[in-house]
């Protein structure tokens, strides 16, 4: 049966004479129905043509690939038989309402519903229903598509969205708690050991011994230096750190960040220089937080940079922002690593991690720390030439 019939009948019982008005002598309707028809029995979704009594007048070969009916066993029998019993009876409701008030609750709304193969098997489709008028009667013409598949996935994408935020919070608790665990021992030892390096209580009689009580002092603070990164960047993944603001000397606090790691680049035969342009404004910040940023930035170039090498650092203001630059002639990055070394754990060589200490947390967790001022982290590198970050934060606080 083609989906023009169930209207060409109608037609016909309306005009037994088969005058009408819209005689057309050339062959534009002919076209029109060819295409029409053409469109409806390759179409990929189920569409189904139904009275007001809501039996089934017309039904293209899709219904099969959807419900696992033939068309010629769905013509005739009520579209119910197609969905729950809930769904068929708040169906039938919905066509009765707007047939008797013109409330379009469903009509010319796609929404979605539980149906029913012809083997028993439940099916979730999308179902639009436009309406048709023929020769006064109400026609109805349905299109399903087949959403089970589409829905499964968005099924398993949710649970697992909720296992990964559960996953999430079980470690940012198991790193918090091994924290403490480990903090409380590792505290003692660095102390100790900084008593023992000064002679506190008394000579220790051989310079080794003070060596030792040295080597012990440096491994706690870097060992207290990784855990502190790590918690870091965990709370910051869940959303337990959050800056603390409130208005900030940006030129005194660069000042001081480049005056702490001076030392260090001293002993790595570094030079270092800072340049502020003008007087920089105070900024609504997290100190703590951009300090701490700000000293990985520095930190990494002062590591990565051979001796003999320089680390530069200025700050200017400039479209709404304050931009903090640390520049360095290091060994530099790929291009196609730059991304890499921004995420947690990562380096953009696997020797470097033999060559150089660390974790991998220093980029990402000076990015993730800019972000949480509302600002931004521009990474800029090319290998043998050195490494150029940008911070850029804006002068309003977001």
Same mark, same amino acid.
Request: charged residues 20%; negative net charge; contains cysteine.
């Given at each position: 049966m083609r989906p023009t019939d169930a209207l060409e009948r109608d037609q016909a019982a309306e005009n037994p004479d088969g005058s009408g008005e819209d005689q057309d002598p050339?062959?534009?309707?002919?076209?029109?129905? #060819?295409?029409?028809?053409?469109?409806? =029995?390759?179409?990929?979704?189920? %569409?189904?043509?139904? +009275?007001?009594?809501? /039996?089934? @007048?017309?039904?293209?070969?899709?219904v099969f690939a959807v419900f696992g009916y033939s068309p010629e066993?769905?013509?005739?029998?009520?579209?119910?038989?197609?969905?729950d019993a809930g769904e068929g009876a708040a169906?039938? #409701?919905?066509?009765?309402?707007?047939? =008797?008030?013109?409330?379009?609750? %469903?009509?010319?709304? +796609?929404?979605?519903? /539980?149906? @029913?193969?012809?083997?028993g098997t439940p099916v979730d489709i999308h179902l639009s229903i436009t309406e048709v008028k023929a020769v006064g009667e109400h026609l109805f013409v349905g299109v399903m598509r087949d959403v089970t598949v589409e829905r499964e996935t968005a099924r398993r994408l949710e649970e697992a969205r909720a296992a990964a935020e559960v996953a999430n919070r079980a470690k940012a608790q198991f790193l918090a708690n091994m924290s403490?665990?480990?903090?409380?021992?590792?505290?003692?030892?660095?102390?100790?050991?900084?008593?023992?390096?000064?002679?506190?209580?008394?000579?220790?009689?051989?310079?080794?011994?003070?060596?030792?009580?040295?080597?012990?002092?440096?491994?706690?603070?870097?060992?207290?230096a990784a855990m502190n990164d790590i918690l870091d960047m965990a709370q910051i993944e869940t959303?337990?750190?959050?800056?603390?603001?409130?208005?900030?000397?940006?030129?005194?606090?660069?000042?001081?960040?480049?005056?702490?790691?001076?030392?260090?680049?001293?002993?790595?035969?570094?030079?270092?220089?800072?340049?502020?342009?003008?007087p920089l404004p105070h900024v609504s910040l997290d100190r703590r937080l951009m300090r701490q940023a700000l000293l990985k930035l520095l930190s990494n170039a002062i590591k990565f940079t051979p001796a003999g090498g320089r680390?530069?650092?200025?700050?200017?203001?400039?479209?709404?922002?304050v931009h903090i630059e640390v520049s360095d002639t290091g060994i530099g990055i790929a291009p196609d690593q730059i991304e890499a070394v921004q995420k947690p754990f990562a380096q953009a060589d696997a020797a470097l991690g033999r060559r150089f200490e660390g974790v991998g947390l220093g980029l990402p967790l000076a990015r993730s720390l800019v972000e949480l001022h509302?600002?931004?982290?521009?990474?800029?590198?090319?290998?043998?030439?050195?490494?150029?970050?940008?911070?850029?934060?804006?002068?309003?606080?977001?």
């Open positions: 050339g062959g534009a309707d002919t076209l029109a129905e #060819a295409v029409f028809q053409a469109a409806v =029995a390759n179409a990929v979704e189920a %569409i189904v043509l139904t +009275g007001t009594d809501g /039996r089934i @007048r017309f039904a293209n070969a899709a066993e769905l013509v005739g029998r009520d579209i119910g038989l197609l969905m169906h039938g #409701a919905h066509i009765a309402r707007y047939l =008797a008030g013109g409330q379009a609750r %469903i009509i010319g709304i +796609g929404r979605g519903l /539980r149906a @029913r193969r012809k083997d403490h665990e480990l903090r409380t021992p590792l505290n003692a030892i660095i102390g100790f050991a900084e008593m023992i390096e000064g002679e506190m209580v008394g000579p220790l009689g051989t310079d080794a011994y003070r060596d030792y009580a040295g080597l012990i002092h440096e491994a706690g603070d870097r060992l207290l959303g337990g750190l959050q800056p603390v603001r409130e208005p900030a000397d940006l030129g005194e606090l660069v000042g001081a960040c480049v005056r702490l790691v001076q030392d260090k680049a001293a002993g790595a035969s570094l030079t270092l220089d800072l340049r502020l342009e003008g680390v530069s650092v200025s700050a200017q203001c400039g479209d709404g922002h509302g600002g931004r982290l521009m990474l800029e590198s090319s290998p043998g030439v050195g490494t150029r970050a940008v911070v850029s934060l804006p002068l309003a606080a977001e």
